[in-house]
């Protein structure tokens, strides 16, 4: 009898919320907003969840693109990068994750070693060069209310996953969806798009 009771023991100490894991969307995702994204999972608790999509680009905007609606110069040897579409939620809000190496008033631990920054203040610090050691740009943000996430992964929309930096923040934005799966050990060829009933 004292292997339930051990079971039971860590299904408690096993952490509830998923803030700093990886969200991946099913084959069965009805929205086209989040066909084959993956999001990192910024807040989540008794209020609701919040997290960026990070496969998704906000159109043809660049980062250059991006400074100059605030007057800000990108420097010459500073190489341009892609800007995200982070989520259909205020998608005039910008958002940064980045190494947790940076920190500022307004900044917000994700995990130990990503966080989260939404100031003008970081785009300018990463166009002179005094930013983080790795960051991705957002537009928007994607939103659940209370219970929603929850719900939304037992009717098999979502897989979660743990944070891998290295698909976090590198650019092959068309591989992505695929090696978070490969993380955990799913093979996308074997994802069916609906649950199967008896």
Not at 33 to 52: D, N, Q, W, Y
Request: charged residues 25%; negative net charge.
């Amino acid at each position: 009898m004292k292997e339930p009771q051990d079971k039971s023991e860590r299904q408690k100490a096993a952490p509830k919320w998923l803030t700093g894991q990886f969200l991946i969307a099913m084959p069965a995702m009805r929205d086209p907003r989040f066909e084959k994204t993956v999001l990192l999972i910024c807040s989540h608790g008794p209020e609701g969840a919040m997290g960026i999509v990070i496969n998704r680009l906000f159109g043809e905007l660049n980062f250059s693109g991006l400074l100059g609606q605030f007057d800000v110069d990108l420097p010459e040897d500073e190489p341009d990068r892609p800007v995200y579409y982070g989520g259909p939620v205020d998608p005039v809000r910008g958002f940064v994750l980045h190494s947790s190496d940076y920190k500022r008033e307004g900044t917000n631990d994700v995990s130990s070693t990503v966080s989260l920054t939404s100031t003008i203040e970081i785009l300018r610090d990463i166009a002179e060069g005094k930013g983080p050691d790795r960051s991705l740009m957002a537009l928007g943000y994607a939103g659940w209310i209370s219970g929603q996430l929850e719900a939304e992964i037992q009717a098999n929309g979502w897989l979660t996953a743990p944070l891998d930096e290295d698909i976090l923040f590198d650019t092959a934005i068309e591989t992505k969806w695929e090696r978070a799966l490969s993380g955990i050990g799913v093979s996308p060829s074997l994802l069916v798009g609906d649950v199967g009933h008896a």
